[in-house]
């Protein structure tokens, strides 16, 4: 069973940064695409950032272009995501999400593409 364990939420001041990660376990990591979603206070879980099961190819929702980034260590079986210029809308509850696939190129962006979720992590960004 992939059981995926989130660490690095926190609180953080408008502008600065913070590194989520997301370690996997139960499986070969490097057999999953992942992902980051975030949910905020009464709206919709939504995709953050994707990565395919090699890391060779990535996608990033518009509003976190250019701040946020999403990496994977196979060797380590943990997905990071790096945000950078944090803004007060930034804040919610982050998830990562897993998919086993045979494709080493194609990058999951919706819910339903994901079959495993982590517990979530809090990040808050005050102004």
């Known amino acids: 069973q992939v059981q995926l364990v989130e660490s690095g939420g926190g609180l953080v001041q408008t502008g600065g940064s913070l590194r989520l990660s997301c370690a996997l376990s139960g499986r070969t990591f490097s057999r999953y695409r992942m992902g980051w979603f975030c949910q905020a206070p009464g709206k919709e879980r939504e995709c953050v950032a994707g990565i395919s099961r090699t890391g060779g190819s990535t996608s990033y929702a518009d509003s976190v272009k250019g701040r946020f980034t999403i990496s994977r260590d196979n060797a380590k079986s943990t997905v990071y995501l790096q945000m950078n210029s944090l803004k007060s809308e930034d804040t919610a509850v982050y998830y990562c999400?897993?998919?086993?696939?045979?494709?080493?190129?194609?990058?999951?962006?919706?819910?339903?593409?994901?079959?495993?979720w982590g517990q979530g992590t809090q990040v808050t960004v005050s102004s």
């Open positions: 999400a897993a998919h086993r696939t045979v494709s080493d190129r194609v990058v999951g962006t919706e819910l339903d593409e994901y079959d495993y």
